[in-house]
C-alpha cells in the first residue's frame, strides 16, 4: 500500500512496549495481576517489581530524550505539569505520606511517554506503534480470558462474575482500553499508516473484548466518537463551533440521564439489566460529594482510596460495596486534589478540543485522532476515574493528545505531518 511505513526499529519496539504495559495496563503489574484476588490486590498490595519497573520506564525516558533530534522544536504540557505537582504536594496531608508519595512518583512516567511519544518519531509509525500495541494486548486478554478464566474473569460477583477483564485490571478498564484501540485502529488505517489486513486483525479482537466486558461505558463513548468521526469524514468540514456543541452534547446527556434516573428509578434496570443507581454510582457520588464540601480546595490526598480511614469507610457504607475509586472523573479529582486540579484539566480539554477542532476543519487528518481520543475520555469520565489513583490512564492520553496537536499546528511548512520526522530514524 502506498504510503505504507513498513521500518521497525529500537525506537518503535520500546514504543510498542511501553504502550501494552503501562499505558494500556496488560499485566501492570505481574506480581499483582496473578494473584487470586485480582484487581484488589493490585490496587492496594504492595508490588515488589513495582520499584523496578518504575526505574526502567524513567530511565527508558531519558534515553529517549537523549536521542531526540534536537534540531526540532521540543512542546511541553505545562498544565499537566502543575497537575502532577499538586498531586506531590497533596501527598503532605495525606493519611500515609510515603505511600502517597509513590503513588505520586507513578505519574512521572505516564506524564513522559505522553510528551515524548508526540515527537521522537512520525505522526504516522506513531499511529502503526499503537495498533500494534493494541493488537497485542487485545490478543493476550482474550487469551486470559479463555486459558485462564480464573485471572481473565471479571472479579465481581453477581451477574458480572462472568464478564472479561483479559489481561487488565478490570472490565471497565478492559472495555476502556480496547474502545480507545478501535478508535485508534480505525484512524491509522484511515491515514495510511497500517494495512487493511493488520487492521482488520486488531479491530476483530478489541470488538470481542468490548462486548464480552459488557462495559456500557466504551459503548456510549464509542457512539458518541463514531458519530462525530461520520460527520467529519463524510461532511468533510467541522465548524469551529463545534467543540462548544459537543460540550454542550455531552452535558445535555449527563443531564438526561440523571433526570431519567429521578423520574424512572427502574429504567436501567428495566432496559439492560442494570441497576437504577447505575451499578452502585449515585451513592457514591453523594457521599464523595458530602466530603468534598468539607475540603473543596485541597481535598484529601493523592491515593486516598488506598487508605483505612473513617471517610472511606463512610463512603463504603453509604455505597453498601467497597468501590477502589469514586467512579467520576471530576469528583475523584476533586475528592483527592482538590478544585485547582480539576480546573487545570478541565482547561487542557478546552485548549486541546479548541485547536483540534480548529485543525480538523482545514483539513488537517493527524489532527483527528487525538480530537476522537478525548472525546472518548470526555464521556468515560462521567462514570470512571481516569486521572486520580487508582486510575490514570487518561493523563497519558491527555498529555500526548496536546502535545500531539500543537506539534501538527506548528510542523515545518511544505511537509505533510504524517511524513514530517522529528526525532531518532526506527
Known amino acids: 500500500m502506498k504510503g505504507q511505513i513498513r521500518s521497525f526499529g529500537l525506537v518503535d519496539l520500546w514504543m510498542v512496549m511501553m504502550v501494552t504495559v503501562p499505558v494500556i495496563g496488560t499485566f501492570y503489574t505481574p506480581d499483582a495481576y496473578f494473584q487470586s484476588i485480582g484487581v484488589t490486590n493490585l490496587q492496594f498490595g504492595k508490588s515488589d517489581i513495582m520499584p523496578w519497573l518504575l526505574l526502567l520506564f524513567t ?7 537523549l536521542m531526540r533530534d534536537r534540531e526540532n522544536p521540543f512542546y511541553h504540557d ?22 502517597s508519595l509513590n503513588r505520586s512518583l507513578r505519574l512521572l512516567p505516564v506524564v513522559g511517554f505522553g510528551i515524548l511519544f508526540s515527537q521522537i ?4 509509525k506513531t499511529y502503526r506503534n499503537f495498533t500494534i500495541a493494541f493488537f497485542i494486548s487485545s490478543v493476550l486478554s482474550i487469551f486470559m480470558a479463555i486459558v485462564f478464566p480464573q485471572y481473565g474473569l471479571s472479579n465481581y460477583f453477581g451477574a458480572y462474575e ?22 485508534v485502529t480505525i484512524c491509522a488505517y484511515q491515514t495510511k499508516s497500517i494495512s487493511l489486513s493488520f487492521a482488520s486483525a486488531t479491530i476483530i479482537p478489541s470488538v470481542v473484548m468490548i462486548i464480552m466486558s459488557n462495559s456500557i461505558t466504551a459503548i456510549t463513548g464509542l457512539l458518541v466518537v463514531g458519530t462525530l468521526f461520520t460527520v467529519i469524514t463524510f461532511l468533510g468540514r467541522v465548524p469551529r463551533a463545534a467543540v462548544l456543541i459537543t460540550v454542550a452534547a455531552i452535558t445535555a446527556l449527563t443531564a438526561t440521564i440523571v433526570l431519567l434516573l429521578i423520574a424512572v428509578p427502574n429504567l436501567f434496570e428495566n432496559i439492560a439489566g442494570r441497576s437504577g443507581d447505575l451499578t452502585g454510582r449515585t451513592p457514591i457520588w ?39 475509586n469514586g467512579h467520576n472523573t471530576w469528583l475523584d479529582l476533586w475528592l483527592q486534589m482538590g478544585l485547582v486540579a480539576v480546573v487545570l484539566i478541565i482547561l487542557d480539554f478546552v485548549r486541546s478540543l479548541r485547536l483540534g477542532f480548529k485543525l480538523v476543519s482545514k483539513r488537517v487528518d493527524a489532527a483527528l485522532l487525538p480530537v476522537l481520543i478525548l472525546i472518548f475520555i470526555l464521556v468515560r ?11 490514570t490512564a487518561g493523563v497519558f492520553w491527555l498529555t500526548w493528545g496536546s502535545v500531539m496537536l500543537r506539534k501538527v499546528r506548528h510542523d515545518r ?5 504524517f511524513e514530517a520526522s522529528s526525532g531518532p530514524k526506527p
Do not use: C, H
Open 59 to 65: 530511565t527508558s525516558i531519558g534515553v529517549m530524550l
Open 78 to 99: 505545562f498544565l499537566v505539569y502543575a497537575f502532577v505537582l499538586i498531586a506531590f504536594i497533596s501527598t503532605t496531608y495525606s493519611p500515609d505520606p510515603a505511600s
Open 121 to 124: 518519531t512520525t505522526v504516522r
Open 162 to 183: 462472568s464478564l472479561w477483564r483479559g489481561a487488565l485490571t478490570d472490565k471497565n478498564a478492559a472495555g476502556f482500553a480496547y474502545g480507545l484501540g478501535l478508535i
Open 286 to 324: 453523594a457521599a464523595v460529594w458530602i466530603l468534598i464540601q468539607k475540603s473543596p480546595w485541597t481535598g484529601y490526598g493523592f491515593n486516598f482510596w488506598a487508605y483505612d480511614t473513617p471517610d472511606r469507610i463512610g463512603i463504603w457504607s453509604a455505597a453498601g460495596f467497597k468501590p477502589l
Open 381 to 391: 469520565s462521567i462514570s470512571e476515574s481516569t486521572f486520580s489513583e487508582p486510575g
Open 413 to 417: 511548512p511544505g511537509l505533510s505531518p
